[in-house]
């Protein structure tokens, strides 16, 4: 008698189903190019049926992302009809298109290609076995000796892709020959066992096919066991006749005195050379065991063994009662109406038409009842539950459950199409979409996502159910449940006792979700995968760094895709290190750009190629520049970016250089500060200019290029550069010398241009900021700011200076006149630095200059100096300590924020912030100018009152409210609940014809400096 030997079985289903793309180190040429280890599209593997190679080769555009070999058996549904003799290939490619070229170097020819999937990809409802149409089959020489090939071309999202269109192409497949036409000798296994106590070792080939007469040669090796002395050597033929399918055996002598745990090599040999005839395992390996052999039959029908031996239990089909004591079964099986099994471990597929019992399916079952605690690990369908407990894994088809003893369905996944009635249901449930769960009670804090509900649903009234993103048929009783603001209710759903529901389903909070917000810091990974995907939705960057490590590190790719990107600022290293991979993928053209440049600089090649490279193209450009532009080279290649690339963009493959399409919005490596910047000053982001535009910063360095740019504009007296706290200098020399301009480069008007159109230079836009065009044909534009807001800073006494990113200047400082408080100003700088006047102040040394100021008028000393209120003059000077000084003139914080309130009324047009802080709006076809003062009042308000507003007075004045971010507000917010707000009371005048021509229609050009004078 022959045992299978569990050991090497076992090594064989691992290898199965392992992904192997580590054997591309295979040192082998499989398809005659070339080593294959050393070629990233083309990998060889040895197939899962006889241990020869199958080579996968495909386009150089293709990335090879995982492979592996399985058998046909491996599958949820068995094919009857065809014999694989190399088994399948399982393959996940990251390309749009796969030009496949298959060699099958254990297969002379081949005429049929069949693959198991989706007939229609990504839907799992199509799932069968097909032959894929258009594939070409031809031979190569591959080493000496002749290989069958298949080529064939595969798409993302059509006929052989399992997935839809998601970047990938995944197909399982293999060379297949009809049973009744082709015929393939084989060993039924790889590896044999034998005990010597037999004195005899059985060995059997398979015959598939019916057509022809055929012949094979069989014959031994001694491997470890000694040839004579273990066992005796046999050779011989074995013949099939015409229309003769089925086993044929040779038998091999044991000594009594074998070596236990030798073994011997079989061979096939000399197949009749015949079409459509192939050899399948040719080689296999006996061993031999020491075991007592097994009786011949057993002699009642029902068995209970205190030690089992997996022999005592037929193959298939199985019609007995039968205790399997935690056994595994390898192999597909059928269990038959008359048969009742239990403790046992299936790992292939069960087909189940009696009773399975406290057993564990690794793989699928399909059918029949389930008693005791079921393990699923894989898939069951169309089952009745009658015992305690199916959990975990995945249900498909017709599930009821009819348990008497009150029996739970938790923790599972409802395929597309699942229908499950009855009973009790529990832990998390994930639902297809279109997957209905119909009279069912939810345990005590059940999470349900996704599906559709019918019938009576009720849960615990302490603990209720938390429902959310699914549909509730008409007619459905709801009670004792909380639905969260993803539910969609019909006009006729009855809602009994205890249902929750959210107060504004537009304004959703985490409480709606079942999340208490002050209890985000003591989340772990269960809590977070019991939570809706949408709830992440409402969290913020602070909510975002309280979640801990161990919760981070359970979040998935749907519950990723739903955060903010503003919330997504506010991960930490130590947050994103524990992510899970795949969880990367869930990250979308909304919101991938929301990821911190600190996080972006930690990203390696396998975090690139996690991310969905659909949703990486569909970004704004600024976001994908930033992205590039933020990595760091030192752990990422340019050969990695290139799955992510859009078509219209280009990249330098050695420099790393990129060119984005014209019109497109840029964003450039971040400015990075040094550390010691006085907490009193806050600056804006700003682009780094001593980088390039490319991966992680490379190309040609932007700040030598705005240079050239003022060379061409025949300003090559002044010199560009950017100081340690990003401010840009603009420096005069020669007959330019003693000239200085100050500047931030505005981080969101970067722009890539047409160089036929525009040329390289200087130029000023509409509203009077400069642009600046480089050879590389990138346009920056730069904003006028103060020229040292550390030293602005202590000129307030150590006030706080807080630069917006548009050049509003916040400025914050105590006062003692009448009363002490904070006196605060809004204020944009001309970006022209006066030089000191000479009769106060020298320079000592280079770059260092002392003033006498006890002697200077009061305008001239240090600090701030304002007009007298009653004056009405819209300029004021700041001097510096070195007697440098700056114009400002006043204007509103936050000009994105008065700007988008101000489009909102009905008639205005447009809103165009200037560069001297005043804003010319077009309202009903009439332009206007809106002029700050310097007049600001500060409020406190309650947080749930609208705070961001304009309206208009009477007199011709406008009140804009904004809230005022700062750390101190931020602070009481926390705490009281309250806001601090900005009013400005701007006045609205029209402009004077006089000073404004239209130079296009509903566009202006104006003096605005002659009209400020006139209004003055």
Wanted: hydrophobic residues 35%; aromatic residues 6%.
């Amino acid at each position: 008698m022959l045992k299978t030997n569990h050991m090497l079985l076992s090594i064989g289903l691992l290898w199965n189903s392992t992904c192997v793309l580590a054997s591309n180190s295979i040192v082998y040429d499989g398809n005659g190019d070339g080593i294959d280890s050393q070629q990233a599209n083309v990998i060889t593997i040895p197939d899962a049926i006889t241990g020869k190679y199958i080579t996968l080769a495909v386009n150089s555009d293709c990335r090879v992302d995982s492979t592996r070999a399985e058998t046909p058996n491996t599958q949820a549904i068995s094919h009857k009809g065809y014999h694989f003799p190399q088994g399948l290939m399982y393959y996940k490619l990251h390309c749009q298109q796969a030009h496949i070229t298959l060699y099958f170097h254990g297969i002379r020819q081949a005429k049929n290609f069949t693959k198991y999937g989706p007939t229609v990809p990504g839907d799992l409802r199509t799932v069968a076995w097909y032959t894929l149409p258009n594939v070409s089959f031809g031979t190569a020489n591959i080493n000496g000796q002749s290989v069958a090939t298949a080529q064939f071309t595969l798409r993302d999202g059509e006929l052989g892709d399992d997935t839809g269109v998601d970047g990938y192409i995944v197909d399982p497949g293999g060379l297949s020959f009809n049973d009744d036409v082709g015929n393939v000798i084989s060993f039924i296994s790889k590896s044999y066992s034998a005990s010597r106590k037999a004195g005899l070792a059985t060995i059997t080939v398979h015959r598939n096919g019916l057509i022809g007469s055929f012949s094979v040669d069989y014959s031994t090796i001694g491997n470890t066991a000694i040839t004579g002395q273990d066992f005796q050597p046999v050779s011989g033929s074995l013949s099939w006749g015409e229309g003769e399918r089925g086993d044929k055996t040779f038998t091999i002598p044991l000594s009594e005195n074998a070596t236990i745990g030798s073994s011997l090599q079989l061979n096939l040999s000399n197949l009749t050379i015949a079409e459509d005839a192939v050899l399948g395992i040719d080689t296999a390996l006996l061993t031999i065991t020491d075991e007592e052999v097994p009786p011949e039959s057993l002699p009642f029908q029902s068995v209970t063994l205190e030690s089992p031996l997996l022999s005592s239990l037929p193959k298939s089909p199985i019609d007995i009662v039968y205790n399997g004591h935690k056994q595994t079964i390898p192999y597909d099986v059928v269990i038959t109406i008359t048969g009742s099994v239990s403790h046992l471990i299936f790992e292939g597929r069960v087909e189940n038409y009696g009773l399975v019992s406290n057993s564990t399916i690794k793989k699928t079952l399909i059918g029949g009842k389930l008693t005791g605690y079921i393990v699923n690990e894989g898939m069951i369908a169309d089952t009745e539950l009658v015992g305690a407990s199916i959990t975990g894994g995945t249900l498909a088809g017709t599930i009821t459950n009819n348990s008497e003893v009150g029996g739970i369905i938790e923790n599972v996944q409802l395929a597309t199409g699942t229908k499950l009635s009855g009973g009790k249901i529990g832990g998390i449930i994930k639902g297809a979409s279109d997957s209905t769960l119909q009279d069912i009670e939810l345990v005590a804090d059940t999470v349900l996502i996704g599906g559709k509900l019918s019938g009576e649903i009720t849960s615990d009234p302490e603990h209720p159910a938390q429902i959310g993103a699914v549909e509730i048929a008409p007619n459905t009783i709801l009670s004792n449940v909380r639905l969260s603001p993803t539910v969609q209710l019909p006009e006729d759903v009855i809602l009994g006792d205890g249902v929750k529901q959210s107060v504004d389903i537009n304004n959703p909070t985490m409480e709606d979700f079942g999340l208490d917000s002050e209890k985000i810091a003591e989340l772990d990974a269960e809590q977070i995968e019991r939570l809706e995907p949408a709830v992440f939705n409402t969290f913020d960057a602070e909510e975002v760094e309280q979640i801990p490590m161990e919760a981070v590190g359970a979040m998935d790719a749907e519950q990723m895709a739903q955060f903010t990107p503003e919330a997504l600022d506010g991960l930490s290293i130590e947050q994103f290190e524990q992510l899970p991979l795949e969880s990367l993928g869930g990250l979308t053209s909304e919101n991938m750009g929301g990821l911190p440049t600190n996080i972006l600089n930690q990203f390696t090649p396998e975090h690139l190629a996690a991310l969905n490279p659909a949703s990486f193209k569909l970004q704004p450009t600024q976001n994908m520049s930033k992205i590039f532009n933020n990595l760091d080279i030192e752990k990422v290649k340019n050969t990695d970016v290139m799955g992510l690339l859009p078509a219209d963009w280009t990249i330098n493959p050695e420099t790393g250089a990129l060119t984005a399409p014209v019109g497109a919005k840029l964003a450039l490596r971040n400015f990075k500060r040094s550390s010691d910047l006085s907490e009193q000053v806050v600056l804006p982001k700003m682009p780094d200019l001593d980088t390039g535009f490319g991966i992680g910063g490379k190309g040609s360095n932007v700040q030598e290029g705005m240079n050239h740019s003022l060379a061409a504009e025949n300003l090559a007296d002044f010199v560009l550069s950017q100081d340690d706290t990003g401010i840009l200098n603009v420096v005069g020399t020669g007959d330019s010398a003693g000239k200085k301009y100050s500047f931030i480069p505005d981080v969101d008007n970067i722009i890539q241009v047409d160089g036929k159109e525009i040329p390289i230079g200087l130029s000023v836009t509409e509203g009077g900021f400069y642009v600046i065009t480089t050879p590389e044909q990138q346009q920056y534009r730069v904003i006028p700011s103060p020229q040292d807001p550390i030293a602005l800073s202590k000129l307030l006494g150590d006030g706080q200076v807080s630069i917006g990113k548009r050049g509003d200047v916040l400025l914050s400082y105590e006062i003692t006149v009448r009363r002490r408080g904070t006196a605060r100003q809004v204020v944009i700088f001309e970006p022209l630095i006066e030089l000191a006047p000479e009769d106060l102040c020298v320079e000592i040394t280079l770059g260092e200059i002392v003033c006498d100021f006890d002697n200077a008028p009061e305008s001239m000393q240090p600090g701030i100096h304002f007009p007298n209120t009653n004056e009405g003059s819209q300029t004021a000077k700041v001097v510096y300590e070195n007697g440098t000084s700056q114009t400002i003139k006043p204007t509103l914080l936050s000009p994105d924020i008065f700007i988008k309130e101000g489009l909102k009324f009905e008639g205005v047009e447009s809103i165009v912030f200037n560069a001297n802080g005043t804003f010319k709006a077009i309202y009903q076809g009439n332009p206007y100018l809106i002029v700050p003062n310097f007049k600001v009042e500060a409020e406190e308000v309650i947080e749930d009152e609208k705070i961001s507003s304009i309206i208009v007075n009477e007199d011709g004045t406008l009140r804009y409210t904004v809230p005022l971010e700062s750390k101190e507000a931020r602070t009481r917010r926390e705490q009281e609940k309250i806001h601090q707000v900005l009013i400005f009371d701007p006045f609205i005048e029209p402009i004077p014809e006089d000073y404004c021509e239209e130079i296009f229609p509903g566009e202006y050009e104006c003096d605005f400096e002659t009209i400020l004078l006139a209004l003055e």
